[in-house]
């Protein structure tokens, strides 16, 4: 444990890392990568979980960005029932989100009402060609003044997995203070600091999730913004996330129970003491040790190991556990731009998914473990055919 800043507490060392969305073309996995130390902080005052060193928003989002929400089911259904629920509740007159990717939640909603921000151009195109108007530029107050002028103010700001990727978190939320409505709703939905925690999944930790929000964490920095949390839903997407329902404090929509219940469950875990953090830090390292072991034995053994789901995630759990090609054969991915690169740092390589698993494969190393419901119904012919996975989480096992 490490003080520094006399306000930030590092609990958690996940070793040297490459940047986790850069796959390797063949002829750069020969050169060297940049790396850097990832480390964990607790900021004590605001009880906020961030990592401590940062890379710039444009080294990290730019036209090569491989993410794509359509790429999953869960995301897709997801989108689509939070719209129904907002058609029917808020009914919102116009729509902005904030990092909408390839439009996979806008495409619920009217074209004439919706605006998309998306600084990633290679995707923001995705939806600029089905007709919906998107901006390829970062949310930022200048960027939230030029919408305010052209636009006016919005009634739904909605932003998923994207908050907690935008260090300048003073700016994100001044901004949405300028351009929210006075009776909006703001919607931020991110993984749960909490689930983090409970399910030991140390991968949400990697250069671009600056932080992974408690609600506690995120309600002081929302304070300062006049804004607050009135509803709070727990889902199950990407291994357990928060969607926050935010307002203007002077707005006169009720905040409900969800709230306090969440307040409460996550101080009865102690999200507000570093003493958990440091709990959690030694079950990483433990997580670690058996998870090697599982690799070690299969290679001891002769058997064939691939890995399922190239996920940004993943890139943390290699590089800081040392797995690498010697242990995993390949990497099979559906989303096009990963295919037949190599995965970053460890170089593994990556293979277009064409529907089925190969018949002499002993072992899947489950990378997307976020989309594991989705992923054993599609492969239900290799798990019936006595297939195995090899699971990180919440301890490395095989199922
Ligand atoms: N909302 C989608 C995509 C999440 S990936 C989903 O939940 O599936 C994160 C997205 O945020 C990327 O598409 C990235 O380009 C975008 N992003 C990153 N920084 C941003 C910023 N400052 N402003 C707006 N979008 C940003
Ligand atoms: P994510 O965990 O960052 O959302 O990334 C999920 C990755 O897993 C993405 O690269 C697509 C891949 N994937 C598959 O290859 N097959 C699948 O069935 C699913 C759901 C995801």
């Not at 790396?35 to 005052?45: F, G, H, Q, S």
């Not at 002028?149 to 260090?167: E, P, Q, R, V």
């Not at 970053?344 to 529907?355: A, E, L, S, W």
């Amino acid at each position: 444990m490490k003080i520094y800043n006399k306000k930030k507490i590092e609990f958690l060392d996940l070793g040297q890392q490459p940047l986790a969305n850069y796959y390797l073309n063949k002829n750069q996995i020969q050169k060297k990568e940049k790396k850097y130390r990832l480390v964990v902080c607790y900021d004590v005052k605001n009880k906020l979980v961030s990592i401590k060193k940062t890379f710039s928003s444009k080294m990290m989002f730019n036209n090569k960005y491989p993410y794509r929400s359509s790429m999953s089911k869960t995301m897709q259904k997801s989108f689509k029932d939070l719209s129904i629920q907002i058609k029917k509740k808020i009914k919102p007159k116009k729509i902005l989100e904030i990092g909408s990717n390839d439009g996979s939640f806008l495409k619920n909603f009217k074209k004439n009402i919706s605006i998309g921000i998306e600084p990633c151009a290679n995707v923001e195109k995705i939806t600029k060609k089905n007709n919906y108007n998107t901006i390829a530029e970062f949310w930022t107050l200048k960027l939230a003044k030029k919408l305010l002028k052209k636009f006016d103010k919005m009634d739904l700001i909605y932003s998923a997995n994207t908050i907690s990727h935008i260090k300048n978190l003073d700016d994100v939320f001044k901004s949405i203070n300028l351009v929210l409505s006075d009776n909006g709703v703001f919607i931020i939905e991110d993984p749960s600091l909490l689930e983090c925690l409970k399910r030991n999944t140390y991968d949400q930790f990697y250069n671009e999730h600056i932080y992974v929000f408690s609600y506690i964490g995120l309600k002081n920095i929302l304070k300062k913004h006049n804004l607050e949390i009135f509803k709070i839903d727990s889902l199950d997407i990407h291994g357990g996330s928060n969607r926050y329902f935010i307002k203007k404090k002077e707005c006169a929509r009720k905040i409900e129970h969800s709230v306090k219940k969440h307040c409460n469950i996550e101080t009865k875990y102690g999200l507000d003491k570093i003493k958990t953090y440091l709990q959690f830090s030694k079950r990483v390292e433990k997580s670690k040790k058996l998870l090697l072991s599982i690799f070690t034995n299969c290679k001891l053994k002769n058997k064939k190991v691939i890995g399922y789901g190239a996920t940004a995630k993943s890139t943390t759990i290699l590089n800081y556990c040392k797995i690498n090609d010697s242990m995993i054969d390949y990497f099979l991915d559906t989303t096009k731009d990963k295919q037949n690169k190599y995965t970053p740092g460890t170089k593994i390589k990556i293979k277009r998914y064409n529907g089925s698993i190969e018949k002499d494969v002993d072992y899947i190393f489950l990378g997307a473990w976020n989309f594991k419901k989705e992923i054993f119904k599609k492969e239900n012919k290799y798990i019936k055919s006595g297939g195995k996975f090899i699971i990180h989480t919440p301890m490395p096992k095989i199922i």
